[in-house]
């Protein structure tokens, strides 16, 4: 395995399967209260330049379970967020921690952690990729569909960070994605065609109700992602048309699930009624964050 994690393609398409089939088993004997310290005295070192509440708990009580310490770092407190250099961050941090995960906004910031640090780094989300949020968005198909090859996943709305990682992986799952976006907020083409040439199942609609016809997963993320706050009202009304509501989730395949990373504006991006729903999977994917990342740490560290 590659020593960070910065992209969902820096693992393998076995080594997402051994993931899998182990935070599905530290999950089966965290419901008995199993907690095994393979990763006592190591310590993460969580670097949060954005807001997060799934991430940052799900990281933090990951590693105390493992037996482990996190340290949550706020960029603003440290010096960092008076002009050290990333590089010297990085390097010195490396001494200390035995793993890095840095949520940040520039992704150009998340390689150049990993350059300098001898330790891994984890991307807990950039401008270009969210690569935990898939691996637990697959674990979640897995456990609700049972498999990913051949499912037909709908992405419904901005073509985003979270969407990118969902577009790569379909090379490790054998998944198929279709997105359809405003074409303004379409995933950047360069980031598609590398896709594909690499053998990713994806196409690109405007049309929500294409994507959602027959699908098997609908999934969305919010309209607004972190930075984007004073595009507000403009993205709104651009984004309302894609909508997951009843009426979308009618044309998807009669046994359909729906899927949100979270945090959702409820009643823009999803409603009530679809995010409450018996096909909503919203909060197993959010509760796997924990088991997968346990599992990536454990690979990473132990
Ligand atoms: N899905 C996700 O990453 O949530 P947070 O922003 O709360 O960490
Ligand atoms: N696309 C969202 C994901 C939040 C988990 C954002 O970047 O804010």
Known sequence: MNKDFLSILDISREE????????????EERKVGVHTPVLAHKTLGMIFEKSSTRTRISFE????????????????????????????????????????????????????????????????LSDREHPCQTLADIMTINEWLFRTEGIRVAWIGDGNNVCTSLILSTILTGMEVIIASPSEFAP??????????????????TDPGVAAADADVIMTDTWISMGQEEEVEQRKKIFMPYQVNSDLMS???????????LPAHRNWEITDEVIDSKRSAVWDQAENRLHIQKALLVRLLA
């Open 16 to 27: 997402l399967i051994n993931l899998i089939a182990h935070a599905r088993k530290l999950k």
């Open 61 to 124: 009580t990951g590693m105390y379970e493992l037996g482990g310490h996190a340290l949550f770092l706020n960029p603003k407190d440290m010096q960092l967020g008076r002009g050290e250099a990333i590089r010297d961050t990085a390097r010195v941090m490396s001494r200390f921690v035995s793993a890095i995960m840095i949520r940040a906004s520039r992704h150009d910031e998340v390689i150049e952690f990993a350059t300098h640090s001898d330790i891994p780094v984890i991307n807990g």
């Open 188 to 205: 950047k083409n360069e980031i598609v065609s590398e896709a594909l040439r690499m053998g990713a199942k994806v196409r690109v609609v």
């Open 251 to 261: 044309k998807a395949k009669p046994g359909a699930i729906v899927m949100h990373c």
